[in-house]
């Protein structure tokens, strides 16, 4: 027991090392700042926080600065900052303010979509450009039992994981592309042997697994995302009217392809990348090396002055 509160106080350190809270019109912010401007904006996916900001050190080699934020109900962003989208998209905007920030990319992912469109819409004269990235974009029911969320999130089955993965690589990475992706048996083996066989990817997916928080830090957001996932009736993907970049796996088994084909229909002038067999992780999916490319191209147009 002492060892594992040990283990807890070392990562609240790191985490609390990596970031900043700031108080905003809209209340108390955390969040992580890397590099200069010009800025992107990471909006984090269910469950985050601003430990996910990793995911763009590709932005970063590529002389972008990035803001990543805790979306509020994660680590040390209350949830009363912004517990609807709407909210959290002017959070966001209180943010930049706080941060002296004027214009920005904004890079969404997964469960932060729904707020990334919200800030597009409600505060165009803040955003260049807009990246969605396997991004809900609509009514989002997962089905998934209280009993298998406890289960997934519990600190037993989170050291398990990385255990697994440390020894076993090949059968963690089964695991995890049997529940996050729709790929066939072959397909999922092909995908394995890939991410074991490329050092860049397997590191990505260690980093991606060692940065999970402790459940209880992410709780509260977490519950409130679900119940605003399920709550959506229409987010105002026509309003946006920056360039847009939509990007989503075909195999997404977390998010399905679906709603990435809904936002780049229904956004003005979006441009679809499909990455054919891509599942939930595009990092380290087929495809990864041109989406990736394709994101730099992309921001270097709208976002550099």
Same mark, same amino acid.
């Given at each position: 027991?002492?060892?594992?509160?040990?283990?807890?106080?070392?990562?609240?350190?790191?985490?609390?090392?990596?970031?900043?809270?700031?108080?905003?019109? &809209?209340?108390?912010?955390?969040?992580?700042?890397?590099?200069?401007?010009?800025?992107?904006?990471?909006?984090?996916? #269910?469950?985050?926080?601003?430990?996910?900001?990793?995911?763009?050190?590709?932005?970063?080699?590529?002389? $972008?600065?990035?803001?990543?934020?805790?979306?509020?109900?994660?680590?040390?962003?209350?949830?009363?900052?912004?517990?609807?989208?709407?909210?959290?998209?002017?959070?966001?905007?209180?943010?930049?303010?706080?941060?002296?920030?004027?214009?920005?990319?904004?890079?969404?992912?997964?469960?932060?979509?729904?707020?990334?469109?919200?800030?597009?819409?409600?505060?165009?004269?803040?955003? &260049?450009?807009?990246?969605?990235?396997?991004?809900?974009?609509?009514?989002?029911?997962?089905?998934?039992?209280?009993?298998?969320?406890? $289960?997934?999130?519990?600190?037993?089955?989170?050291? $398990?994981?990385?255990?697994?993965?440390?020894?076993?690589?090949?059968?963690?990475?089964?695991?995890?592309?049997?529940?996050?992706?729709?790929?066939?048996?072959?397909?999922?083996?092909?995908?394995?042997?890939?991410?074991?066989? #490329?050092?860049?990817?397997?590191?990505?997916?260690?980093? $991606?697994?060692?940065?999970?928080?402790?459940?209880?830090?992410?709780?509260?957001?977490?519950?409130?995302?679900?119940?605003?996932?399920?709550?959506?009736?229409?987010?105002?993907?026509?309003?946006?009217?920056?360039?847009?970049?939509?990007?989503?796996?075909?195999?997404?088994?977390?998010?399905?392809?679906?709603?990435?084909?809904?936002?780049?229909?229904?956004?003005?002038?979006?441009? %679809?990348?499909?990455?054919?067999?891509?599942?939930?992780? %595009?990092?380290?999916?087929?495809?990864?090396?041109?989406?990736? &490319?394709?994101?730099?191209?992309?921001?270097?147009?709208?976002?550099?002055?």
């Amino acid at each position: 027991m002492a060892f594992g509160n040990q283990n807890r106080r070392a990562k609240l350190e790191e985490l609390n090392a990596a970031s900043q809270v700031v108080e905003t019109a &809209r209340g108390p912010i955390e969040f992580a700042r890397r590099g200069s401007a010009p800025y992107v904006v990471i909006l984090h996916g #269910t469950p985050g926080g601003h430990n996910q900001g990793f995911i763009g050190a590709p932005l970063e080699e590529a002389g $972008f600065g990035t803001i990543t934020p805790s979306r509020p109900g994660y680590l040390r962003t209350p949830l009363e900052t912004g517990r609807t989208f709407e909210e959290q998209a002017d959070a966001v905007a209180a943010l930049l303010d706080a941060s002296e920030v004027d214009r920005v990319a904004v890079y969404a992912i997964s469960g932060g979509g729904p707020s990334a469109i919200q800030f597009a819409a409600r505060h165009p004269d803040r955003v &260049r450009a807009l990246i969605l990235e396997v991004a809900v974009s609509k009514t989002y029911k997962p089905d998934v039992s209280a009993r298998t969320i406890a $289960f997934f999130t519990s600190p037993i089955f989170t050291w $398990f994981q990385g255990q697994l993965l440390k020894r076993f690589p090949r059968l963690a990475l089964g695991q995890m592309l049997k529940i996050e992706s729709t790929l066939t048996g072959e397909d999922r083996a092909r995908v394995t042997a890939n991410i074991v066989g #490329t050092p860049e990817k397997l590191e990505f997916i260690h980093r $991606f697994m060692e940065s999970v928080p402790p459940f209880d830090l992410l709780r509260a957001g977490f519950d409130n995302d679900l119940e605003q996932f399920r709550a959506i009736e229409g987010l105002p993907l026509e309003e946006i009217r920056c360039p847009t970049l939509v990007a989503h796996g075909t195999h997404d088994g977390d998010v399905p392809f679906e709603h990435g084909e809904t936002s780049a229909r229904e956004i003005p002038g979006a441009a %679809l990348h499909r990455v054919e067999k891509g599942w939930h992780l %595009l990092a380290v999916s087929d495809g990864a090396d041109d989406y990736q &490319r394709a994101q730099v191209v992309f921001l270097r147009k709208h976002l550099v002055e």
